[in-house]
């Protein structure tokens, strides 16, 4: 069975850091092209970062550059996002998804994790 479960959300000023990760059982992540997404209430789903099967190729959107960083833990069959400098603009439930190749559109994406919130707020 594959599954994706999505840890390390919580509230966080502005200005914090928080660590999320998307840890995988049932299959490696290491042959899959691992996306992070985030929905904002009333918003669509966007991406947010990827880092690819291939080469380890990492692409981050444009309003996360520079604060956000995927990596990948072969070992513990886990990939992370450590976001700093976090904004309110940044609130979101973040989702991690498996795919065959990076892309920032969900379609693109098969399996996914349930989520977890995010809040930046003072």
């Known amino acids: 069975q594959v599954l994706l479960v999505e840890s390390g959300g919580g509230l966080v000023q502005p200005g914090g850091s928080l660590r999320l990760s998307c840890a995988a059982s049932?299959?490696?992540?290491?042959?899959?092209?691992i996306g992070w997404f985030r929905q904002a209430p009333g918003k669509e789903r966007e991406g947010v970062s990827c880092i690819s099967r291939s080469d380890g190729s990492v692409y981050y959107a444009d309003s996360v550059k520079g604060r956000f960083t995927i990596s990948r833990d072969t070992g513990k069959n886990t990939v992370y996002l450590q976001m700093n400098s976090l904004r309110p603009e940044d609130t979101a439930v973040y989702y991690c998804a498996t795919g065959y190749y990076c892309s920032d559109l969900p379609r693109d994406f098969g399996s996914w994790g349930q989520g977890t919130r995010v809040t930046v707020s003072s």
């Open positions: 049932g299959f490696t992540l290491d042959y899959h092209a």
